[in-house]
């Protein structure tokens, strides 16, 4: 008990994608067009445009994470991840000898901000790239428009990849705005990972996705090996891709607002008693 219900859509495009048959068989290793179309028709727009042959789906956010991390590192390479952050940024990186570097998030100001002066202090000819995480977990931060244009300003003086975790996306409350980094600049060579799990309330079912934003074809050998990458579990649930065109068309704009509305609800109610702890602000 208390978790959010998946729209009424989700449930019934799988369920008529469970009926249909259609979808009972092997797929691509990348996934079926249809859903790799799906993505583009929701998320492609003239200042983030794409296409089917840039996505590649994964058995959800965290494979389509480990994908790209394998994909843009060696061993004995480096890779700077949020601290505070997720945990499975570490775990995805080490066995494969990937040596991840904590960069500062700063949650001292207003805003929550990279310390990107630290960051400058901890690159070296082995870091190969950036993860950014906003919506962050588990700070709940979300970057400004303005300080987002300063990463990827430090991203491209560097010349380093940005690995960009969205999977929380849109949801934010209390007057923030969600900006897709890859929206913001095509200079910087960035590879979006993103799924339904969090925004649509189905983590269990395993959906997600990498769009390989290769405007300049710095990736072009990376996304050689994601897709190479995929061919190791055959594509993620058949049956899911078949229901993602109706999830991504279909649900409405309301189910968001109520499912934004108890998170924000909650978020205040759990900020308002931790308050009154004495120590803790």
Same mark, same amino acid.
């Given at each position: 008990?208390?978790?959010?219900?998946?729209?009424?859509?989700?449930?019934?495009?799988?369920?008529?994608?469970?009926?249909?048959?259609?979808?009972?068989?092997?797929?691509?290793?990348?996934?079926?067009?249809?859903?790799?179309?799906?993505?583009?028709?929701?998320?492609?727009?003239?200042?983030?445009?794409?296409?089917?042959?840039?996505?590649?789906?994964?058995?959800?956010?965290?494979?389509?994470?480990?994908?790209? +991390?394998? =994909?843009?590192?060696?061993? /004995? @390479?480096?890779?700077?991840?949020?601290?505070?952050?997720? #945990? &499975?940024? *570490?775990?995805?990186?080490?066995?494969?000898?990937?040596?991840?570097?904590?960069?500062?998030?700063?949650?001292?100001?207003?805003?929550?901000?990279?310390?990107?002066?630290?960051?400058?202090?901890?690159?070296?000819?082995?870091?190969?790239?950036?993860?950014?995480?906003?919506?962050?977990?588990?700070?709940?931060?979300?970057?400004?428009?303005?300080?987002?244009?300063?990463?990827?300003?430090?991203?491209?003086?560097?010349?380093?990849? +940005?690995? =960009?975790?969205?999977?929380? /996306? @849109?949801?934010?409350?209390?007057?923030?705005?969600?900006? #897709? &980094?890859? *929206?913001?600049?095509?200079?910087?060579?960035?590879?979006?990972?993103?799924?339904?799990?969090?925004?649509?309330?189905?983590?269990?079912?395993?959906?997600?996705?990498?769009?390989?934003?290769?405007?300049?074809?710095?990736?072009?050998?990376?996304?050689?090996?994601?897709?190479?990458?995929?061919?190791?579990?055959?594509?993620?649930?058949?049956?899911?891709?078949?229901?993602?065109?109706?999830?991504?068309?279909?649900?409405?704009?309301?189910?968001?607002?109520?499912?934004?509305?108890?998170?924000?609800?909650?978020?205040?109610?759990?900020?308002?008693? &931790?308050?009154?702890?004495?120590?803790?602000?």
């Amino acid at each position: 008990g208390g978790k959010l219900p998946p729209s009424e859509v989700a449930v019934q495009a799988m369920h008529e994608s469970v009926s249909n048959h259609i979808y009972d068989g092997y797929g691509p290793a990348v996934g079926a067009l249809a859903a790799r179309q799906a993505i583009v028709d929701k998320y492609s727009s003239i200042d983030n445009e794409f296409t089917a042959d840039d996505v590649v789906l994964a058995s959800g956010c965290s494979h389509a994470l480990q994908m790209a +991390i394998e =994909a843009v590192a060696n061993a /004995g @390479d480096n890779i700077l991840v949020p601290h505070p952050g997720f #945990p &499975l940024y *570490s775990t995805l990186c080490r066995p494969h000898n990937i040596i991840d570097k904590p960069y500062k998030i700063d949650m001292s100001g207003e805003d929550v901000k990279i310390d990107l002066s630290y960051m400058a202090t901890i690159i070296d000819d082995n870091t190969k790239a950036i993860i950014i995480n906003n919506p962050g977990n588990p700070t709940g931060g979300v970057f400004t428009k303005e300080h987002l244009e300063e990463i990827l300003e430090f991203a491209n003086k560097y010349k380093l990849i +940005i690995i =960009a975790d969205e999977i929380y /996306g @849109d949801l934010v409350y209390n007057g923030a705005t969600f900006y #897709p &980094l890859a *929206s913001l600049s095509p200079k910087v060579p960035i590879i979006t990972c993103d799924g339904i799990a969090k925004r649509w309330m189905v983590p269990g079912w395993r959906l997600g996705w990498l769009i390989i934003h290769n405007h300049f074809g710095v990736l072009t050998e990376v996304k050689k090996g994601i897709v190479a990458l995929s061919q190791k579990i055959v594509g993620p649930c058949s049956l899911v891709q078949g229901a993602l065109p109706k999830i991504l068309r279909e649900t409405s704009e309301e189910y968001f607002v109520y499912t934004r509305n108890v998170i924000e609800t909650n978020a205040n109610i759990v900020e308002d008693i &931790l308050a009154e702890v004495p120590g803790m602000r």
